[in-house]
């Protein structure tokens, strides 16, 4: 499923698509990542469910112009906005990295209402970032300027922390070369320039109010944000479920696609049934 279709919103053009139907079931990819991530496992669901990938701005297939607002305040206004485009008043949400602490913002300040919500390895307690992170985030104007094949090499390194299994060749390919030529390498350091737990700190003392049934699944070997934020974020919700699994880092998606697909299927059987 690649992103062919496109929502302007406020200069920002956002790349999605849908297929499949079935009960709504929206995907929120994370940093430094698209909705290609998600790709295989939506298409997957897509026999039972109508399934939606967009790329946030500043990523994938979506606008990544200089000087855009790409931060978690920006995309989680951006979420509410695309929903009520596709009028859907309360579909499933998953999602993975930043995309949780942009689907909870959503939810929580800007009125987006749920069926559920898949919490998946994602951005949502304090403190978050690796050291690499941080690093690039004082040194965003440094690293921008980097000869580009520096940029892609430091990138690649980068994203193969992120998987406890080691990424093919191929998957390594489709998760660096987003960021790759004049306007990928600056928008890469221009999504990190812009993180700030302020956008998590904002909502963490909230998630007691949530109110939508959440499962919390988490790659037992995550190195970017460890098992334990997932207990404890599963504390903080009211009713959360939990999913641990084995083998996985924080690329869940591809050091464990089973599992994880088994995962949300039987979450959202569940609750079609309830």
């Given at each position: 499923?690649?992103?062919?279709?496109?929502?302007?919103?406020?200069?920002?053009?956002?790349?999605?698509?849908?297929?499949?139907?079935?009960?709504?079931v929206?995907?929120?990819h994370?940093?430094?990542?698209?909705?290609?991530?998600?790709?295989?496992i939506?298409?997957?669901?897509?026999?039972?469910?109508?399934?939606?990938?967009?790329?946030?701005?500043?990523?994938?297939?979506?606008?990544?112009?200089?000087?855009?607002?790409?931060?978690?305040?920006?995309?989680?206004?951006?979420?509410?906005?695309l929903?009520q485009?596709?009028?859907?008043?309360?579909?499933?949400?998953?999602?993975?990295?930043?995309?949780?602490a942009?689907?909870?913002?959503?939810?929580l300040?800007?009125?987006?209402?749920?069926?559920?919500?898949?919490l998946?390895?994602?951005?949502?307690?304090?403190?978050?970032?690796?050291?690499?992170?941080?690093?690039?985030?004082?040194?965003?104007?440094?690293?921008?300027?980097?000869?580009?094949?520096l940029?892609e090499?430091?990138?690649?390194?980068y994203?193969?922390?992120?998987?406890?299994?080691?990424?093919?060749?191929?998957?390594?390919?489709?998760?660096?070369?987003?960021?790759?030529g004049?306007?990928?390498?600056?928008?890469?350091?221009?999504?990190i320039?812009?993180?700030?737990?302020?956008?998590?700190?904002?909502?963490?003392?909230?998630?007691?109010?949530?109110?939508?049934?959440?499962?919390?699944?988490?790659?037992?070997?995550?190195?970017?944000?460890?098992?334990?934020r997932?207990?404890?974020?599963?504390?903080?919700?009211?009713?959360?479920?939990?999913?641990?699994?084995?083998?996985?880092?924080?690329?869940i998606?591809?050091?464990?696609?089973?599992?994880?697909?088994?995962?949300?299927?039987?979450?959202?059987?569940e609750?079609?049934v309830?």
């Amino acid at each position: 499923m690649e992103p062919d279709r496109e929502f302007v919103w406020e200069g920002h053009r956002v790349r999605w698509t849908r297929g499949g139907h079935g009960p709504p079931v929206v995907f929120c990819h994370g940093t430094p990542w698209s909705s290609r991530l998600w790709a295989p496992i939506a298409t997957a669901l897509s026999s039972g469910y109508e399934v939606y990938l967009w790329d946030m701005p500043g990523y994938g297939r979506s606008s990544m112009d200089d000087g855009a607002d790409v931060s978690l305040g920006t995309q989680g206004r951006l979420l509410a906005a695309l929903l009520q485009h596709w009028e859907l008043p309360s579909p499933h949400v998953v999602a993975h990295d930043y995309g949780g602490a942009v689907a909870l913002r959503a939810h929580l300040l800007h009125g987006a209402r749920y069926a559920s919500l898949a919490l998946v390895d994602v951005v949502a307690l304090a403190p978050w970032g690796s050291d690499f992170f941080r690093l690039v985030r004082e040194n965003a104007g440094v690293f921008a300027a980097l000869p580009p094949p520096l940029h892609e090499a430091l990138v690649a390194a980068y994203v193969r922390g992120a998987s406890a299994q080691g990424l093919p060749a191929a998957a390594e390919r489709m998760l660096v070369e987003p960021w790759t030529g004049p306007a990928g390498q600056a928008a890469f350091y221009r999504q990190i320039a812009q993180a700030d737990e302020r956008f998590t700190d904002e909502i963490e003392p909230r998630y007691g109010e949530l109110d939508v049934p959440v499962r919390v699944i988490w790659g037992e070997d995550d190195t970017w944000i460890p098992a334990d934020r997932a207990h404890r974020l599963a504390a903080a919700i009211p009713g959360a479920g939990l999913d641990l699994v084995p083998g996985a880092g924080h690329l869940i998606q591809l050091d464990a696609p089973e599992a994880l697909t088994a995962s949300l299927l039987r979450w959202l059987a569940e609750r079609e049934v309830a």
